[in-house]
């Protein structure tokens, strides 16, 4: 395809995709008005900005970020560090600080994300470090027709012998759609219906912002997700956040720190600046990851590939998948996108082994912070559909370049 052609596909596509956009920037609205309020009710002020060192015993900034965080989420408590350093970590955490030997836990949407596998102990790398090697046990509830199986788990939690169940709210490297809260909100009263003490967990990756409700706010005791993702919007350098009820986040504190020591400790290292602003620029960031992703997948569309979601299908998360078909097709529009970012966009990414993950992975991300997934960014394992996951686009208008020239790349 000429440039010229390119241009006149964009155009049209943009005119097609302008109602989706709009409710984008809609919820943007709404939730930006959710951060705003948050930081007057907490009343922040410019001495919480300022950062601890050292053990950072009762830092003030550090503890006004965490009041922020639970009010904006409607949550109890919350932990938000940047010894956090990944959403991965983050949920090691919080599943090891809740589970204990003898325990069960139950995902209920399927196979869980591939790095999330090596640390339940279920996936084809094993590590002595696992859940399992620990002596919890794990089951795992397949959806049906990517949703719930209510009657299943209804079934299974009634017994009552299960400690925690997890929900993966995102797709993560799988073909199956990802989780609107409308369909969590459903699955977990039906899950109260049968059972009141069973802990449910929201791995809430990629999520954040998407929609006007987060997880607690329909019933889900914890949740947990990365800052490389939507609330740090391209600006927090590392760190990743758990919210809900209290003593669940402070056995959560305690397994990041140590016992007794809990959330008392923990320096901020000069991070609150930008975790903060992070944050409130989260919902304009997260509304433009949207809008590229929409764009992704009209224009796409078009070209003849096939997409998940539909541009015109309600979004859960900042996920756009297309289909590939091969590998060579796959690593050919990850190299497109790279080629489309602001930092080194001569650099041509290959397949190669990560820790974590079973297969050969390419990841294309010219990003200002290493591995931002809210920055324009692709990547997929090397299998069968040779799937490309899409992710971000700090704005709309940069994100739109970008696909423009991984299209440019991929015709030529």
């Not at 596509?13 to 939730?31: H, P, V």
């Not at 955490?93 to 102990?121: K, N």
């Not at 993560?172 to 449910?200: F, M, W």
């Not at 590939?324 to 190669?352: A, H, N, R, T, W």
């Amino acid at each position: 395809m000429s440039e010229e052609e390119i241009l006149k596909l964009s155009k049209e596509t943009e005119i097609e995709i302008k109602e989706q956009l709009d409710k984008a920037n809609k919820i943007c609205e709404n939730n930006s008005k959710k951060v705003l309020d948050a930081f007057q009710e907490c009343n922040l002020q410019e001495l919480h900005l300022v950062s601890s060192t050292g053990y950072g015993i009762d830092e003030v900034g550090r503890n006004k970020i965490e009041e922020i965080y639970a009010k904006i989420f409607k949550a109890e408590d919350s932990l938000v560090r940047t010894q956090l350093i990944s959403g991965t970590h983050a949920l090691s955490v919080t599943l090891s600080a809740l589970l204990r030997p003898g325990d069960t836990m139950i995902s209920l949407t399927g196979e869980p994300y591939d790095t999330l596998q090596t640390v339940i102990g279920i996936g084809k790398e094993e590590s002595k470090s696992s859940l399992k090697s620990f002596g919890i046990r794990y089951e795992q509830i397949e959806l049906i027709e990517n949703n719930f199986d209510i009657a299943t788990i209804k079934e299974r939690l009634s017994k009552k012998d299960v400690k925690l169940v997890e929900i993966q709210r995102s797709r993560g490297y799988s073909t199956r759609k990802s989780l609107t809260i409308e369909k969590i909100e459903k699955a977990i009263n039906a899950i109260r219906d049968v059972n009141k003490d069973v802990i449910i967990m929201v791995d809430n990756c990629y999520g954040e912002f998407v929609q006007e409700r987060e997880p607690i706010e329909v019933g889900a005791d914890i949740a947990v997700g990365s800052l490389m993702k939507n609330l740090g919007a391209g600006i927090a350098t590392s760190g990743a956040y758990i919210v809900g009820k209290k003593d669940l986040i402070e056995l959560c504190a305690e397994r990041l720190t140590s016992p007794g020591i809990g959330k008392e400790i923990g320096p901020s290292l000069n991070q609150n600046p930008l975790l903060l602003k992070g944050l409130f620029f989260a919902p304009s960031v997260v509304a433009s990851s949207i809008k590229t992703a929409i764009f992704a997948s009209r224009i796409l569309e078009k070209l003849g590939y096939k997409v998940e979601p539909y541009y015109k299908e309600e979004r859960a998360d900042i996920v756009q998948t297309i289909s590939l078909g091969s590998e060579q097709d796959l690593v050919k529009f990850c190299q497109g996108i790279q080629k489309g970012s602001p930092i080194d966009s001569e650099v041509m990414p290959f397949p190669s082994d990560m820790g974590g993950y079973d297969d050969k992975v390419i990841m294309a991300a010219g990003t200002f912070t290493q591995g931002s997934t809210i920055e324009l960014s692709c990547d997929g394992p090397i299998r069968p559909p040779y799937i490309a996951y899409m992710q971000g686009g700090l704005t709309y208008e940069y994100g739109k370049f970008g696909i423009l020239k991984a299209i440019e790349f991929m015709k030529k």
